[in-house]
């Protein structure tokens, strides 16, 4: 008997998360559950992703990005959750690395995400959440969302465009 592992001929074998992706794929995209588990999957995963396509971790641009990942997904989780249902995450890159794009995708259609206003009445650091977009805001390029194309709910997505292809 062998122990040495089998090699399937014609079907893609699993590569590992750590390897250098050519500059041509530079889309990672899965569903999660609707919890703060997969929340946390999602970000881990978008983390690990960026820095094999070549922003480290500890650039401004990689903690950027998954603090944008961090919120956007939290609040997949916590405002467009319905029961049984998965969200979808997408990250996004340019091939020189100066554009990123985070999208999430929830089926909750009658909590749409507003503008960020300046919270009335609060002194800094006094609420613990409703600040989420507007870290969004601060950090992203620019943000919006659109309804879901193929059933009910949204996609709420942000752009980050970094002069230097994201290695600051």
Known sequence: ???KPIKLIGIAQPASPCAPV???ERTFEMRFTSTP???RLARRLAAVRLDAWGMP???DAHDAIVLIVAELTANAVQHGHVAGRDFHFRLR???DGRVVRVEVTDTRTER???RPAAPEGTADGEEEAGRGLVLVSHFATRWDWHPRAEGPGKTVWAECVFPSGGRR
Request: glycine share 12%.
């Open 1 to 3: 008997m062998s122990t």
């Open 22 to 24: 050519p500059p041509t």
């Open 37 to 39: 588990r997969g929340a």
């Open 57 to 59: 971790y500890g650039t």
């Open 93 to 95: 890159a340019e091939p």
């Open 112 to 114: 749409l995400p507003r």
